[in-house]
């Protein structure tokens, strides 16, 4: 039964059949493939160790229970790996637990990382220095080239509140900009993911300065960003510019 479900999945991708027309077994298939092609497309090499099929979770929809699945790989895969997926997945209340379990020449070998956002963390779980302002930002711009939204986000969340209105900003002028490129539901889901986290109100004025600096941009494409992917005090100013401009 699984070799037919799993061909019917190959058949649908192949023919572009829109998942809503297809059984409810084959959808759930289909979510399961992607979910978990897509996983493995973005963090094995990251982490350096696949995560064995068998222990894979997958919700009723079919998408990967991220946290179950390295639950359950917890004997099957090397600690030091891990705690990297518990990095790269922006699972980091998951940290200090994996971090224990990495003791002696395991923790060294964290500490030693090429990669900053894994010496980052272990730095963190070894002593609670959560690094400067300046550290944290650069790992959040190296995290979103990387497209690890999860990760990407705490490091958002710990920047000051100037830094999280810059990187908004910078992000949905991008969004503006690119409007044809692949990239751009990646980019519309990690804007909706900080918004998603804003807890402050934009200064009126700085609203006013950008817009006025990027009249053109935001005038002219605005509301065409998802109704979540809006800051709300710039629909609210650009709402009374396109009044006053109707009067």
């Known amino acids: 039964m699984k070799s037919l479900l799993k061909l019917a999945t190959v058949k649908a991708v192949t023919e572009k059949k829109e998942l809503l027309t297809l ?3 084959v959808q759930v298939q289909l979510n399961r493939t992607k979910s978990l092609i897509n996983f493995n497309n973005r963090y094995i090499k990251l982490a350096k160790e696949p ?8 919700d009723v929809n079919g998408s990967l229970d991220v946290r179950r699945t390295l639950a ?11 705690f990297a997926y518990y990095v790269y997945t922006g699972l980091v209340d998951e940290l200090q637990e994996a971090w224990i379990k990495c003791h002696g020449f395991g923790q060294d070998a964290l500490m030693r990382c090429k990669n900053p956002m894994i ?14 302002e300046n550290d944290v930002e650069d790992l ?5 080239l990387l ?22 900003m910078y992000r949905t002028a991008k969004i503006l900009r690119r409007r044809s490129h692949a990239d751009w539901e990646h980019e ?13 109100k934009i200064d009126k004025f700085f609203v006013e300065y950008v817009v006025g600096t990027n009249n053109n941009l935001f005038r002219g494409s605005f509301f065409d960003l998802p109704k979540d992917c809006q800051m709300p005090e710039f629909a609210e100013y650009l709402m009374k510019l396109c009044v006053r401009f109707a009067e």
């Open 23 to 25: 059984p409810r077994t």
């Open 51 to 58: 995560i064995p099929e068998e222990c894979t979770v997958f």
């Open 72 to 82: 359950n790989a917890e004997k099957r895969i090397h600690p030091i790996s891990r």
């Open 119 to 132: 010496r980052y963390f272990a730095k963190f779980c070894d002593s609670g220095d959560a690094g400067d």
């Open 140 to 144: 959040y711009l190296r995290a979103t």
């Open 147 to 168: 497209e690890l939204e999860g990760v990407a986000l705490y490091f958002y969340r710990t920047c000051s509140k100037r830094q999280r209105t810059l990187f908004l």
């Open 188 to 200: 519309c889901q990690m804007l909706r993911l900080m918004l998603s986290t804003k807890d402050f």
